[in-house]
């Protein structure tokens, strides 16, 4: 099983920046990829950006140019760089451990959030 903990939330004016950790514990070895989600409220919980074998890297269109995903491997740590922020970017973010067995075994975190004001 893996254990996930977000930290690095916070208030924000826009245009701003905040980088967002999520150290996992636990079986680590099992871990295929990590993914930020983020849910604003009211809204359905969003894709933001995926990091996975070989540091390779996916965003939503929606965070492309501003947020950067990248990982430790020693720390067990990802990280998620965002710049630029925006009204539209306030929302509980939260770390996704995918895991090699499937869906059933993926983790979730707890989530951060972040709030930007305008």
């Known amino acids: 099983q893996v254990h996930l903990v977000e930290s690095g939330g916070g208030l924000v004016q826009a245009g701003g920046s905040l980088r967002l950790s999520c150290e996992a514990s636990?079986?680590?070895?099992?871990?295929?990829?990590i993914a930020w989600y983020r849910q604003a409220p009211g809204k359905q919980r969003e894709w933001v950006a995926t990091?996975?074998?070989?540091?390779?890297?996916l965003y939503a269109d929606s965070v492309k140019g501003r947020f950067t995903i990248s990982r430790d491997n020693a720390k067990n740590t990802v990280y998620l760089q965002m710049n630029s922020l925006k009204p539209e970017d306030t929302a509980v973010y939260i770390c996704?451990?995918?895991?090699?067995?499937?869906?059933?075994?993926?983790?979730w975190g707890q989530g951060t959030q972040v709030t930007v004001s305008s």
């Open positions: 990091t996975g074998d070989g540091d390779s890297a």
């Open positions: 996704h451990a995918e895991n090699k067995l499937g869906p059933v075994a993926d983790s």
């Open positions: 636990g079986s680590t070895e099992s871990i295929h990829a």
